[in-house]
């Protein structure tokens, strides 16, 4: 079976870049003292319409335009920032990949985000909707010639270069639970090496979203994982497997938007319910199954000249 459609470049890209790579650093902010009656000013002067709250590098929380009109209109005495800032702040971390700011950016519908860092909390930057697609016009500039044209096809010559009746490359990444900083670290060393293989971009950019995805399953919902890769002339397959839980529902959890990760994890923009689906999106062939108190094991397969041909689709 082919996949379903063609994989964009920025399909791939935003799981390759980081929110860090692509943010303003240069961000205006405020103090929780400053009076509110200052606040007109900076706005004006500046030509934004919000700005964090910082104490001691630390965001404290978000004051905007709306917050000054407010406290305008009821005409109230000067007063800190701080009496009118909104304190619960919706952030993103500088090393998690674009694909979960996009993520935040249509679940919270906002203009902006601040960006944090994940150790200490200090802000680090600001990142609109703009800061992306800037960030990723770059990405795809350097990338173009280097991927698209030296890289191309030139796994065929690999395999037929290697005298064996059959050739097989095995490769293993193990995922650790729960640890998000370096979430989807197995999926970016994969892509490099079938980048240095020579396959096709397409087939790459497949391989590279279903495994990012699936590595994110076992650290949301497992202690721990591995991802298995073997890559033939003609197909990869890939099986990704935990001991966690496991799944109650097979069927229900490849519905669109269903999801059974906590809160928390949700706030930290994973967990929103699409994984398998976009791995269903990228995969020849899909797998799964579970055992509910063993864990989940997930068997990909992506062939190689479906890949190839989509990209020309």
């Known amino acids: 079976m082919a996949p379903d459609s063609k994989i964009s470049k920025i399909q791939e890209l935003i799981y390759e870049i980081s929110v860090g790579q692509v943010m303003k650093k240069n961000v205006v902010t405020v103090g ?37 009109i ?3 209109a009821d005409r109230e005495h000067d007063c800190p920032i701080s ?39 200090k802000l680090l930057g600001i990142v609109t909707k703009g800061d992306i697609i800037e960030g990723l016009l770059k990405k795809l500039e350097i990338d ?26 095995l490769f293993q990444y193990d995922v650790v639970g729960h640890d998000f900083k370096r979430a989807g670290e197995g999926a970016s060393r994969l892509k490099a090496t079938l980048r240095r293989l020579g396959l096709d971009p397409q087939v790459i950019r497949r391989v590279a979203i279903a495994t990012y995805e699936a590595e994110m399953n076992v650290i949301i919902y497992a202690d721990g994982g591995k991802i298995r890769v073997r890559v033939e002339p003609m197909e990869i397959f890939i099986k990704v ?41 990228c ?31």
């Open 32 to 68: 929780p003292q400053t009076p509110m009656s200052q606040l007109r000013a900076i706005l004006l002067e500046k030509r934004i319409s919000g700005t964090p709250v910082v104490e001691e590098d630390k965001l404290v929380g978000i004051i905007s335009l709306e917050d000054f």
């Open 70 to 72: 407010r406290w305008l």
């Open 283 to 313: 995969a020849s062939k899909m797998d799964l199954r579970s055992v509910v108190g063993k864990g989940t094991q997930l068997y990909i397969r992506v062939s190689i000249e479906d890949g190839a041909k989509s990209e020309t689709d």
């Open 241 to 281: 497997e935990d001991s966690g839980p496991g799944i109650p529902d097979v069927e229900k959890v490849l519905q669109p938007g269903y999801s059974t990760a906590p809160e928390w994890v949700r706030e930290l923009g994973f967990g929103a319910g699409m994984g398998l689906n976009n791995i269903l999106k």
């Open 83 to 121: 009496e009118k800032m909104s304190g619960n702040v919706r952030t993103l971390y500088a090393d998690e990949p674009l694909t979960q700011a996009v993520n935040k950016f249509e679940r919270f519908g906002f203009g902006r985000f601040p960006v944090i860092d994940r150790k200490n909390n």
């Open 144 to 169: 173009y010639h280097q991927e698209e044209d030296v890289y191309r096809h030139r796994v065929t010559h690999f395999f037929e270069d290697i005298l064996a009746d059959k050739v097989v490359l």
